[in-house]
Structures are given as structure tokens and as C-alpha cells.
């Protein structure tokens, strides 16, 4: 069965900086495009970042470029989401999605979801 698990998550200060991972299983990684989306109490889910292996295409929304940066470890199955200069306004449950074809960056599209990991970021 296809699983992608979060972890990473916690409570930092403004400024500080997290790493979030994504352990994936089931599929090929490199076969699938690996999306980071973020849900704050009471929006939407909405599009982070995204990493494709396969077509060697990185995105990231207007509101963390510069500050996020997106990684893959094959190997590992594993995609990371390194966080720096973290913000209040980012804080929301992070969740991981796997798109079969390209990073669509659309929560219609991801085939396969982990279930989030918390991360808050006080003033």
C-alpha cells in the first residue's frame, strides 16, 4: 500500500527554522511528483512547494520563496522541506501529497496524502 508519513513539525519562535520530512512507501519516488501543502484553522489547504525526480522541477508558492527549500533522498524515499525565517502566518498542519504526473500543485490532483504533521510558529 501506498504511505507517505510527515514528521518534523513542532512550536518555534518567528525567525527559527524547522525541517519537515516525508517517508514515502509503496511506490516509486521517482515516478511521482512529491507536493508540501500547509492548512491553517479555518483556510483552505493550499500549495507549498513541490519536487519532481523525475522531471528535475522544483515550485514554490509567492509566500515562502526564499525562505523554504524542498529536497529529495531517493534512497530513502524521502522528501524534506527545510524551513527558515518561519513566520507566524505559516503556521497550519503540513501535509505531504504524491501527484503521479508533474507538480500540478492542486489538491484535486494528489493521488495520495499523509495524514500532517503541526508546526506553529509564536511572535
Known amino acids: 500500500e501506498v504511505q507517505l508519513v510527515e514528521s518534523g513539525g513542532g512550536l518555534v519562535q518567528a525567525g527559527e527554522s524547522l525541517r519537515l520530512s516525508c517517508a514515502t512507501s509503496g511506490f516509486t519516488l521517482d515516478d511521482y511528483a512529491i507536493g508540501w501543502f500547509r492548512q491553517a484553522p479555518g483556510k483552505e489547504r493550499e500549495g507549498v512547494s513541490c519536487i519532481s525526480s523525475r522531471d528535475r522541477?522544483?515550485?514554490?508558492?509567492?509566500?515562502?520563496?526564499?525562505?523554504?527549500?524542498?529536497?529529495?533522498?531517493?534512497?530513502?524515499?524521502?522528501?524534506?522541506?527545510?524551513?527558515?525565517?518561519?513566520?507566524p502566518e505559516d503556521t497550519a498542519v503540513y501535509y505531504c501529497a504524491a501527484d503521479q504526473f508533474r507538480c500540478r500543485m492542486s489538491t484535486s490532483y494528489m493521488q495520495y496524502w499523509g495524514k500532517g504533521t503541526r508546526v506553529t510558529v509564536s511572535s
Not at 526564499?66 to 529536497?71: D, E, K, M, Q
Request: net charge positive; glycine share 4%; no cysteine.
Open 57 to 87: 522541477r522544483t515550485y514554490y508558492a509567492d509566500s515562502v520563496k526564499g525562505r523554504f527549500t524542498i529536497s529529495s533522498d531517493n534512497a530513502k524515499n524521502t522528501v524534506y522541506l527545510q524551513m527558515d525565517s518561519l513566520k
